[in-house]
């Protein structure tokens, strides 16, 4: 059942303008349009496994509550991982992503609010229903990326189930928390850092 002004709402609402501004950016769109380059995806999803991992340690803060999502981070990781395996085709790793550190340090560094923690799972996992178009349109203009964008639709057809699953929980979650401006701030921090990462890939596009 779908929440009502609950702070999964307030979320979706509150970050709408840093959604769309994060969406236009110019790697996204080659996302999108099936354009990108090996390297340039290799980058992002290099930094995007950053992401991941940071929000899955910081949702340690939301104790028991919080295991399911920590559950879904550390499953985004092991895709992200498996992705990259191939995606790098024998390349190094890049270094660390400084917009990844950036919003670590803006959130809390090594200790984030719980809500914090909250409203940077929202954003992420809230990504992956872009993402399965993102797939598609990768799978269609560069089949031979196919094996390695299982990160892009963890969940198949029962993706919007899972998402207004997950908004329930953000929303039961956040009511027993309280201080909605800072999951608030957070996600708004994290559309911001989507476009760093973003920036970060475009820079060493081949």
Not at 26 to 45: D, E, I, K, T, Y
Not at 106 to 111: A, D, H, I, P, T
Request: charged share 25%.
């Amino acid at each position: 059942m779908r929440d009502t002004n609950g702070l999964a709402d307030l979320l979706k609402q509150a970050t709408a303008e840093a959604h769309r501004s994060a969406e236009s950016h110019a790697f996204q769109r080659s996302l999108v349009r099936g354009q990108v380059s090996r390297r340039a995806l290799a980058r992002h999803q290099a930094a995007q496994l950053e992401l991941v991992r940071s929000i899955e340690a910081r949702l340690g803060a939301l104790g028991s509550s919080g295991a399911g999502f920590r559950d879904a981070m550390g499953a985004h990781a092991a895709r992200l991982e498996a992705d990259l395996a191939g995606l790098r085709n024998g390349e190094p790793a890049p270094p660390p992503s400084p917009g990844v550190r950036s919003l670590s340090d803006r959130l809390g560094g090594e200790s984030w609010p719980p809500q914090a923690a909250l409203g940077a799972f929202y954003v992420v996992e809230g990504s992956m229903n872009g993402n399965r178009f993102i797939r598609r349109a990768l799978l269609a203009a560069r089949p031979e990326l196919g094996a390695h964008l299982a990160y892009f639709d963890p969940y198949g057809e029962d993706q919007r189930r899972c998402w207004q699953e997950v908004r329930a929980e953000i929303s039961r979650i956040g009511a027993e928390l309280g201080r909605p401006e800072l999951a608030v701030r957070a996600a708004r921090a994290t559309f911001e850092a989507a476009g760093a990462l973003a920036s970060e890939a475009t820079s060493s596009r081949s």
